[in-house]
Nanobody, 120 residues
Framework: VQLQASGGGLVQAGASLTLSCAAS????????LGWFRQAPGKEREFVAT???????YYADSVKGRFTISRDNAKNTVYLQMDSVRPEDTAIYYC???????????????WGQGTLVTVSS
């Protein structure tokens, strides 16, 4: 499956932003989908994941502020980001895999990333 992330930009702390990731190629509904992020000088880290039936799991750092969702009819996964903080600044990547997991190794397909910058 091919993934294309979009929606990043520059926002102020406390604002909201929605990232989108459009998929093409294979049956979208068969995949577990995830969002990861990588800040400058840091390793890529897990943000959120959503399973085939809509079950979700979040990193503690974003729980209660971010919401992952999927629209199988549109082959798209979303990340609604509310109450953003400067520490949320990173390149955000969407990913697809076959296992409901948080480690990047379980996701075989990756989008190109979209940059989110949060100013204080």
């Amino acid at each position: 499956v091919q993934l294309q992330a979009s929606g990043g930009g520059l926002v102020q702390a406390g604002a909201s932003l929605t990232l989108s990731c459009a998929a093409s190629g294979r049956t979208f509904s068969n995949y577990v989908l995830g969002w990861f992020r990588q800040a400058p000088g840091k390793e890529r880290e897990f943000v959120a994941t959503i399973g085939w039936s809509g079950g979700t799991y979040y990193a503690d750092s974003v729980k209660g502020r971010f919401t992952i969702s999927r629209d199988n009819a549109k082959n798209t996964v979303y990340l609604q980001m509310d109450s953003v903080r400067p520490e949320d600044t990173a390149i955000y990547y969407c990913a697809a895999g076959q296992t409901f997991a948080t480690h990047p190794k379980y996701f075989g397909s990756w989008g190109q990333g979209t940059l989110v910058t949060v100013s204080s």
